[in-house]
């Protein structure tokens, strides 16, 4: 396992990826206590969401676990392909793939979150 | 391509299963992610086709996912705790105490949330209501 030495990224990205870890806890945590909770239990409707999602605070809290969560979930796929992947134009590849699915997700998430009126 | 298999790489301890099953329910997190995103999505096509796909999602098949999402979560998260922990050099001679603490606390969360999570499904969803007396 190479948890110090990370060879694709070096330190400053293996430190991220701890930062961002603790911060989705924190971010998660409260997206279940307010989503599930608090507002909807178990059956949610577009009123209840709705409300929620228009508000600015909300917004942002929205996108910054948006960003963050594709940002370490696509991130932790790269550390397991650059584990087992030798060839050269096959990580660059994967690498590729992995940018495509961040910038799917981040687009179409980004536009349901920012723009939305209820 | 050449593949280097873990189970012949690495010898099995607890740290071992640890490790794999962080990378396996982080595997599963992403694919969950992609679908939350996509079905949350449909917030901004309006109130019916948003209710419409919350209903999709009654559906059992849905309901138990949610379960194994659970299941997870809880542990990524925690485990996540324990590998930060280590990393900055808190606890790292009990690390292996702590992971099984880490199971322990999974499957006490996992069942709780089971509980509270089971009993609705065979309460509120018609499939289910259909197998009850």
Redesign the interface.
Known sequence: ?Q?YSYKNGGVFIWFLQ?FT??VL?GL?LTHMLVEHFTLGG??????L??KR?ATPLWKTIDSLF?VL??FH??N??WM?AS?????DW?KVLVFSLLLC?AGI?LT??L??VI??KA | ????IPFAK?AWHSGTIA?LLH?VT??A??FY??LH??I??H??K??EE??SM?KLL?HPAFRIGEIALLAA?VYH?LN??R??LV?LGIGVRHQEQMFWWVIALSFVLVVLGGLE?FP?YLL?NPIFKGLLP
């Open positions: 396992m948890k701890r870890g603790f806890l998660l178990h059956e949610l409707s577009y009123e969401v709705a999602v948006l969560g594709v979930g696509l932790g796929v397991i584990d087992y992947i030798k060839k096959l699915l997700l179409l998430g536009l349901t723009p939305f | 391509m050449r593949l280097e690495y490790w990378r982080g595997g997190l992403i992610l992609t995103v996509w949350t999505h917030l901004g309006g109130p948003f209710d919350m009654m979560i998260s996540g705790v590998v930060l990393d999570l609705f509120q």
